[in-house]
């Protein structure tokens, strides 16, 4: 069955630099997200991608935050200056009818 | 702006004893609702999901809700929970006019032999 991969799984950064977090969506879904879940806090949607360009994002997705899809198969999400309440687990998911399949996260630590 | 509430912070059961997690949405309008569980160490699996016609419906390892429209609510149930089903649960909703869900803030179970 194919599945929504993410990598690194964890990865550790020192407070203001750049990370970026890669996913694979499943191949013929269009629609595409981030969400982060912050170590005992819900999961909280951060942006949507369809078309090559963000649908929708949130109050979290700031300047700081940017989503690409370079080269038709990743789907990346960076974080410019990276903060210490960036640290939370990122879930990449993926969308072709109603239902988001997720990834199995990338956990983020900032020092 | 909508919401998900699940009251149950922290579930501790026995084997074979049944179970109701409650789910509670804020949106009048047209919802699509999902139960995902979370076991230790893994990524989000879907468990159920609600789109239209039957407001009871049947997922994955003997789990099942009931979409209850006047209530606003979607609880989880499971007649006879296994250790195997320690996890985090987590309720979600999609508004049909946006692409995001909604998460509750989930609903730690804790099954003991």
């Known amino acids: 069955e194919p599945e929504v991969t993410q990598t690194p799984s964890h990865q550790v950064t020192q407070m203001g630099q750049e990370v970026i977090l890669r996913c694979v969506p499943i191949s013929n879904h269009l629609y595409f997200y981030w969400y982060r879940q912050i170590l005992g806090q819900k999961v909280e949607f951060l942006v949507s991608?369809?078309?090559?360009?963000?649908?929708?994002k949130s109050e979290i997705f700031d300047d700081q935050f940017s989503v690409e899809r370079p080269d038709g198969s990743n789907f990346t999400l960076k974080i410019r200056s990276t903060k210490l309440e960036d640290s939370a687990m990122y879930f990449c998911?993926?969308?072709?009818?109603?239902?988001?399949?997720f990834g199995p996260g990338t956990r983020l630590t900032v020092l | 702006a909508q919401s998900v509430s699940q009251h149950n912070h922290h579930v501790i059961l026995s084997e074979a004893a049944s179970l109701e997690l409650g789910c509670n949405y804020s949106y009048g309008g047209t919802v699509n609702l999902f139960w995902y569980v979370q076991y230790p160490g893994q990524h989000l699996q879907l468990l159920l999901k609600?789109?239209?016609?039957?407001?009871l419906v049947k997922g994955i390892k003997g789990f099942e809700a009931e979409f209850i429209k006047s209530k606003f609510s979607f609880n989880l149930r499971k007649p006879s929970v296994q250790w195997s089903d320690t996890a985090e649960y987590f309720c979600?909703?999609?508004?049909?006019?946006?692409?995001?869900?909604?998460f509750g803030t989930g609903t730690r179970l804790q099954v003991f032999p």
């Open positions: 998911a993926s969308r072709i009818g109603n239902e988001q399949f």
């Open positions: 979600a909703v999609r508004d049909y006019n946006t692409d995001k869900l909604i």
């Open positions: 609600y789109f239209s016609g039957d407001p």
């Open positions: 991608f369809y078309n090559n360009e963000i649908s929708e």
